[in-house]
């Protein structure tokens, strides 16, 4: 098999990993709020501590994730961590135990944070650096399908079905998939997907990163931008919509799958964009000033459906700005570096959504007091946490300089 075939095929598993990982972990707290605090019988600023404990393990194991990918072949990588996390989602529902919960988040959090940087080390190692953008923009609009299809599937079958057996047959279902995995990647065996020799010390290359200080204004925007659509779509989006507008626990999960199919376009347009204007930064820019207003619209103005429905589609092409970031921290060091400054940049990136979903939570436990129910202004006060976070990302890219890759054959 040529090292063209090896590319697309790995670069494909990588995919499939990061869609089905992508897709449980979006779904699963957020079609399951109301189940999973009932199950484990918590508060809401308990169930946002353990979702928050997810985000905290995969930050955590960044770096760490990318040292070892830049050292190790990932086809084994690929096969090995897709199975574990399948396993930590059987795991999950194993006990009522908030303790237990509390383990298998992290356990998910540890398998589920290769997945994206696995992706990055392919594109970054088999493309021409200004393609990369736009090819790993689209390897992950590809992923944002796992949401898409996860939420309004899983809010079907824990309809009609109980919800534990869902995700049982969901951990079953991606068993399956590594299975073919394994199988497949057997036939790349002879060719090595990483022709670039990495052979410096690993504080060798840390130190190496750690000479620039623009990958830490790249990791704030990025971490500010994504940590608020997380906290919106993998927790309290739902029930969001659903107290302040009154939809159905359905609508709004297909409402919130409207900001994943945004993603899924706008990805690919945004890098584009970037392409012909040769620049990250003024994308970057302009695209989280217009979320910052789409944010203002969803949290305080009571739209209906048929504007709210595009508003959180446009919300989810306009957040793609926020990849452009890990093209950019891939200029600021050599291709055996790759995975590494993924994981630093994405290490930063994910403490945003680690602080932010159990903040909201606080906040919302907050402002209820000691009413019975959770009300509209409830979720309005708590959902503006977002607006804050957003407006910190635009004042952050003011410090980051203007770089663009110089064009390069294929």
């Known amino acids: 098999m040529n090292k063209k075939n090896v590319a697309i095929f790995l670069l494909s598993f990588c995919v499939l990993f990061f869609v089905y990982q992508y897709g449980i972990r979006s779904a ?28 905290l393990a995969y930050t955590i194991m960044q770096i760490p994730v990318g040292l070892i990918i830049d050292k190790m072949e990932v086809k084994k990588i690929a096969v090995l961590t897709f199975s574990l996390f399948s396993f930590g989602i059987i795991l999950l529902v194993c006990s009522q135990s908030y303790i ?20 990055m080390k392919v594109t970054n190692d088999y493309f021409p650096s200004d393609k990369v953008a736009l090819i790993s923009s ?20 824990s ?41 410096k010390p690993i504080f060798q290359n840390l130190k190496i990163i750690s000479s620039s200080n623009q990958y830490i204004w790249i990791g704030i925007f990025s971490m500010m931008v994504l940590g608020s659509i997380s906290t919106f779509t993998d927790a309290w989006g739902i029930s969001f919509i659903r107290h302040v507008y009154g939809y159905t626990k359905e609508q709004s999960a297909f409402a919130i799958s409207l900001v994943f199919l945004g ?31 789409l944010f203002c619209c969803i949290i305080f103005i009571n739209m209906p459906i048929y504007i709210l429905y595009p508003i959180l589609f446009l919300t989810g092409a306009v957040v793609s ?20 400054i993924t994981g630093v940049v994405n290490t930063i990136t994910m403490l945003g959504s680690t602080f932010l979903i159990p903040g909201v939570g606080f906040i919302l436990d907050l402002s209820k007091g000691n009413n019975t129910f959770y009300s509209a202004s409830d979720y309005q006060i708590s959902m503006s946490l977002l607006i804050v976070s957003v407006t910190i990302a635009i004042l952050t890219v003011l410090f980051i300089e203007d770089k663009y890759p110089k064009s390069n054959s294929l």
């Open 159 to 199: 309809s009609i079905f109980y919800w534990k057996n869902v995700l049982i047959c969901m951990g079953i279902l991606g068993f399956i998939f590594s299975l073919i995995g394994l199988i497949f990647l057997k036939n790349t065996s002879k060719v090595s997907n990483n022709e670039i020799s990495n052979e």
């Open 263 to 293: 993603n899924i376009i706008g990805g690919p347009v945004i890098a584009h964009i970037s392409h012909i204007l040769q620049s990250y930064k003024k994308v970057m820019f302009c695209g989280s000033v217009i979320l910052l207003v």
């Open 100 to 119: 237990f919960a509390a383990i298998s988040q992290i356990f998910l959090g540890c398998s589920s944070s290769f997945a994206f940087v696995l992706i």
């Open 28 to 55: 699963v707290p957020s079609v399951l709020n109301e189940e999973l605090q009932s199950y484990f019988s918590i508060s809401a600023t308990q169930l946002g501590s353990l979702i928050s404990l997810f985000y």
């Open 321 to 340: 700005c926020q990849f452009l970031a890990f093209p950019y921290a891939l200029l600021l060091v050599s291709k055996e570096l790759g995975a590494t």
């Open 138 to 157: 689209i390897a992950i609009s590809i992923g944002s399908l796992g949401p898409v299809i996860c939420s309004p599937t899983l809010t079907y079958l």
